[in-house]
């Protein structure tokens, strides 16, 4: 059952349970990390071989079965899917699986999974869809603390149709969201309202089922951007009743696809953005670039890592895909709620750097992230960063696509921030070693 803030928190009752398909309850137990890191290959690789990756908000190391799947695919049916011949029908029945497969993961129906070439191009194309039913009139509501993808679009497409912009400004000290600032933006004409599930930048979770709940008060739809949230546990999207929900599966262990989870009737509400005769066809309605077989067919194998993860760790083989994510999710938070205050510690006691965001895990209501972005006062952000690589922490700076949150809490995007983001297969080694760099190269 999700947390407060839409997390992967173990399920607690058997209604829960059994709506879930779930056969036999077994808790989250420590994360066996020498199995989990057996899982990618990239930890073997000589580039990688004594160094620590601190840029999966970036793009993360992909599983060894989502690697398999695409080199499967490519060798076995690389043609085009849906004829009637063996390799075809095999390769269009992978793709369809990787749909149903994530479908049930996020607890959605598979008409309501949509891939496509990113979160950016996914969102591009919701805008413009959006920009077909809003007009002069309608409210929009955006925050300054998405990325560019989940709100550059949507401004453009409020100007263009004359629509009432509404801003849900971030606190210029914390970073954060107030939910109360949200209550008194939203009217009744409020058509829309974008949302980060967490920003790549400050880390901390918004409780998306509340911002939902009041959305969907005045007759508002929800975008929620989950980008920086996935990662850290695939999440019950039902629960958190966003009617888009977006992620990259590239930053989730997987293939280079944006996922878009459209729900609650927007799909047939919104126009179609494909070829005239696709507009029947769920997942065509918002994808006019066309699927990109091999990788929506391996879409799905990164489930297959959870699954292994979930039966690793004593759950039945039988629970379904949901609650195997529910469970592993849970344990992956737990590892990485037992690393980050050390990281933010390191960080937090420094005066000659400005973190970003949350200083502990739950200072504030809600959870944090691991990703951790700050700013040095006395060294720049680029050397800070070429310093870091150079003590093998693998880590950048910049702006990250988030101008408006670092215009926000008053820190020059030009100069940027460094970021250090790590997940479930970071090691207390890994963080050892960014702390002890830190103090080298800030000294
Ligand atoms: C929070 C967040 N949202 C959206 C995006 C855009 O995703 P994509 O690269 O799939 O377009 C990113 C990319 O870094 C991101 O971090």
Same mark, same amino acid.
């Given at each position: 059952?999700? *947390?407060?803030?839409?997390?992967?928190?173990?399920?607690?009752?058997?209604?829960?349970?059994?709506?879930?398909?779930?056969?036999?309850?077994?808790?989250?137990?420590?994360?066996?990390?020498?199995?989990?890191?057996?899982?990618?290959?990239?930890?073997?690789?000589?580039? *990688?071989?004594?160094?620590?990756?601190?840029?999966?908000?970036?793009?993360?190391?992909?599983?060894?079965?989502?690697?398999?799947?695409?080199?499967?695919?490519?060798?076995?049916?690389?043609?085009?899917?849906?004829?009637?011949?063996?390799?075809?029908?095999?390769?269009?029945?992978?793709?369809?699986?990787?749909?149903?497969?994530?479908?049930?993961?996020?607890?959605?129906?598979? $008409?309501?999974?949509?891939?496509?070439?990113?979160?950016?191009?996914?969102?591009?194309?919701?805008?413009?869809?959006?920009?077909?039913?809003?007009?002069?009139?309608?409210?929009?509501?955006?925050? *300054?603390?998405?990325?560019?993808?989940?709100?550059?679009?949507?401004?453009?497409?409020?100007?263009?149709?004359?629509?009432?912009?509404?801003?849900?400004?971030?606190?210029?000290?914390?970073?954060?969201?107030?939910?109360?600032?949200?209550?008194?933006?939203?009217?009744?004409?409020?058509?829309?309202?974008?949302?980060?599930?967490?920003?790549?930048?400050?880390?901390?979770?918004?409780?998306?089922?509340?911002? !939902?709940?009041?959305?969907?008060?005045?007759?508002?739809?929800?975008?929620?951007?989950?980008?920086?949230?996935?990662?850290?546990?695939?999440?019950?999207?039902?629960?958190?009743?966003?009617?888009?929900?977006?992620?990259?599966?590239?930053?989730?262990?997987?293939?280079?696809?944006?996922?878009?989870?459209?729900?609650?009737?927007?799909?047939?509400?919104?126009?179609?953005?494909?070829?005239?005769?696709?507009?029947?066809?769920?997942?065509?309605?918002?994808?006019?670039?066309?699927?990109?077989?091999?990788?929506?067919?391996?879409?799905?194998?990164?489930?297959?890592?959870?699954?292994? $993860?979930? $039966?690793?760790?004593?759950?039945?083989?039988?629970?379904?895909?949901?609650?195997?994510?529910?469970?592993?999710?849970?344990?992956?938070?737990?590892?990485?709620?037992?690393? !980050?205050?050390?990281?933010?510690?390191?960080?937090?006691?420094?005066?000659?750097?400005?973190?970003?965001?949350?200083?502990?895990?739950?200072?504030?209501?809600?959870?944090?992230?691991?990703?951790?972005?700050?700013?040095?006062?006395?060294?720049?952000?680029? !050397?800070?960063?070429?310093?870091?690589?150079?003590?093998?922490?693998?880590?950048?700076?910049?702006?990250?696509?988030?101008?408006?949150?670092?215009?926000?809490?008053?820190?020059?995007?030009?100069?940027?921030?460094?970021?250090?983001?790590?997940?479930?297969?970071?090691?207390?080694?890994?963080?050892?070693?960014?702390?002890?760099?830190?103090?080298?190269?800030?000294?």
């Amino acid at each position: 059952m999700p *947390n407060a803030c839409g997390g992967a928190a173990a399920p607690r009752d058997e209604a829960h349970l059994r709506r879930h398909g779930r056969a036999s309850y077994v808790g989250p137990v420590p994360l066996d990390l020498e199995f989990v890191r057996a899982q990618f290959p990239a930890f073997d690789r000589p580039g *990688n071989v004594g160094q620590s990756f601190f840029e999966n908000a970036g793009g993360s190391f992909a599983c060894r079965q989502t690697i398999d799947a695409l080199h499967r695919f490519y060798t076995d049916t690389k043609v085009q899917p849906y004829a009637d011949y063996a390799t075809s029908k095999s390769a269009g029945e992978q793709m369809d699986r990787s749909r149903e497969r994530w479908a049930e993961a996020l607890g959605v129906a598979s $008409t309501e999974v949509v891939f496509g070439p990113s979160t950016s191009m996914n969102t591009y194309v919701l805008a413009a869809a959006f920009g077909g039913v809003l007009g002069a009139g309608d409210e929009v509501i955006v925050t *300054n603390q998405d990325h560019e993808a989940n709100t550059g679009a949507v401004r453009r497409m409020a100007e263009q149709n004359t629509c009432t912009m509404r801003e849900w400004r971030t606190d210029p000290e914390t970073g954060l969201l107030d939910i109360g600032r949200l209550e008194s933006l939203l009217s009744p004409r409020t058509r829309l309202v974008t949302v980060p599930h967490a920003s790549n930048i400050v880390g901390q979770e918004n409780d998306i089922a509340r911002i !939902t709940a009041l959305a969907h008060g005045v007759g508002a739809r929800v975008i929620v951007d989950g980008v920086s949230y996935a990662p850290h546990g695939f999440p019950d999207v039902a629960a958190l009743d966003a009617d888009v929900y977006l992620f990259s599966l590239y930053k989730t262990y997987s293939v280079h696809q944006g996922l878009m989870v459209v729900r609650n009737g927007l799909l047939d509400e919104l126009p179609n953005q494909s070829h005239f005769f696709n507009a029947s066809v769920p997942d065509k309605r918002l994808n006019p670039a066309g699927p990109d077989h091999a990788q929506v067919a391996s879409a799905g194998a990164v489930l297959d890592y959870v699954v292994a $993860t979930h $039966t690793h760790h004593g759950g039945a083989a039988s629970d379904s895909l949901r609650v195997a994510c529910e469970r592993v999710g849970a344990m992956w938070r737990e590892h990485e709620d037992a690393l !980050t205050p050390t990281l933010l510690d390191a960080l937090r006691t420094r005066s000659d750097v400005r973190l970003i965001g949350p200083g502990s895990l739950g200072a504030v209501d809600g959870h944090r992230c691991p990703t951790i972005a700050f700013s040095p006062l006395t060294i720049e952000p680029a !050397t800070v960063q070429r310093r870091l690589v150079e003590h093998g922490v693998q880590t950048s700076y910049g702006d990250f696509y988030a101008v408006r949150v670092l215009n926000g809490v008053g820190v020059d995007a030009q100069r940027g921030v460094v970021r250090l983001s790590f997940v479930h297969y970071t090691t207390r080694a890994d963080i050892d070693r960014a702390v002890d760099a830190l103090d080298r190269v800030l000294a």
